[in-house]
T-cell receptor, first 113, second 116 residues
């Protein structure tokens, strides 16, 4: 059974810092991995998706890497801003249909002005 | 089993038809959602219901209408289906997302809609 963990559970940093969020999964037989953001009272927003054959994806100040063999992914946020404050989740999918997500518990990020 | 269940799992229909996708959760969650997964596998929220009140309504066509007969159900009705509506639609539920982070966030298994 696939299990996804995220470290740290919560993180508070001053504005401008670069930071790294970690995601680990137990079963390397994944199809893809996604990073999501959730803001209070809202649903999930997809940030980055990495296919199992890829090693990283970048979008703006975000960079996500994937090491499938070791069961790890990291989300790097450069020059953090207060608007980045949210909960960040990773989720792995074991098939092409994306209908079997396994989510991590999330990292709650607070960026202080 | 405690879960978010949605039916049908697959739906193939012709353009112009009206169809519904049903979703039920027995987790006692406060909020239910509908997401559309695009061809790139990104999830985009469509609707969110909290205690029978619509609290999120993204810019989706008004051909799509969520219907919530009670706290445990959030159905998605689609009128006059178009080719571009083909996608996977996910139902999900959660506790108050701010209080519990997202640990109680649960997705249904998805409905693959194909419009021909």
């Amino acid at each position: 059974k696939q299990e996804v963990t995220q470290i740290p559970a919560a993180l508070s940093v001053p504005e401008g810092e670069n930071l790294v969020l970690n995601c680990s999964f137990t079963d390397s037989a994944i199809y893809n991995l996604q990073w999501f953001r959730q803001d209070p009272g809202k649903g999930l927003t997809s940030l980055l998706l990495i296919q199992s054959s890829q090693r990283e994806q970048t979008s703006g100040r975000l960079n996500a890497s994937l090491d499938k063999s070791s069961g790890r992914s990291t989300l790097y946020i450069a020059a953090s801003q207060p608007g980045d404050s949210a909960t960040y989740l990773c989720a792995v999918s074991r098939d092409n249909y994306g209908q079997n997500f396994v989510f991590g518990p999330g990292t709650r990020l607070s960026v202080l002005p | 089993d405690t879960a978010v269940s949605q039916t049908p799992k697959y739906l193939v229909t012709q353009m112009g038809n009206d169809k519904s996708i049903k979703c039920e959760q027995n987790l006692g969650h406060d909020t239910m959602y509908w997401y559309k997964q695009d061809s790139k596998k990104f999830l985009k929220i469509m609707f969110s219901y909290n205690n029978k009140e619509l609290i999120i309504n993204e810019t989706v066509p008004n051909r799509f209408s969520p219907k919530s007969p009670d706290k445990a159900h959030l159905n998605l009705h689609i009128n006059s289906l178009e080719l571009g509506d083909s996608a996977v639609y996910f139902c999900a539920s959660s506790q108050d997302p701010w209080v519990n982070s997202t640990y109680g966030y649960t997705f249904g298994s998805g409905t693959r809609l194909t419009v021909v």
